[in-house]
Nanobody
Framework: VQLVESGGGFVQAGESLRLSCAAS????????VGWFRQAPGKERELVAC????????HYTDSVKGRFTISRDNVRELAYLEMNNVQPEDAAVYYC???????????????????WGQGTQVTVSS
């Protein structure tokens, strides 16, 4: 199981960015997917997730209305569309996946077993 994130970079506050998560050696469509982030000196937090059944999503309060998680099960990709990015969104963003045999309908409650290497998002004010 391999996850690879891409799309991070440097943006100005208020701009947009789209992160991608690509899956290798497994069928991403069967897995619940989450985007996490970790800023220096802070714990990793769940930003958004989408389940592997009915597409139910969850967002942390600070990104609601600005970020959108989606998935393309045909292309084996998951995305995090980040709009109106703010300096407090700066972090390393990680893609995580929950295997089908442990996933629930509520992705926020799941244990994420597989991780990518992360992609850095830097925001200038």
């Amino acid at each position: 199981v391999q996850l690879v994130e891409s799309g991070g970079g440097f943006v100005q506050a208020g701009e947009s960015l789209r992160l991608s998560c690509a899956a290798s050696y497994f069928t991403l469509a069967y897995y619940t997917v989450g985007w996490f982030r970790q800023a220096p000196g802070k714990e990793r937090e769940l930003v958004a997730c989408i389940n592997n059944s009915d597409g139910e999503t969850h967002y942390t309060d600070s990104v609601k209305g600005r970020f959108t998680i989606s998935r393309d099960n045909v292309r084996e990709l998951a995305y995090l569309e980040m709009n109106n990015v703010q300096p407090e969104d700066a972090a390393v963003y990680y893609c995580g996946a929950v295997p089908p045999y442990t996933s629930s309908r509520h992705c926020v409650d799941d244990e994420y077993d597989y991780w990518g290497q992360g992609t850095q998002v830097t925001v200038s004010s």
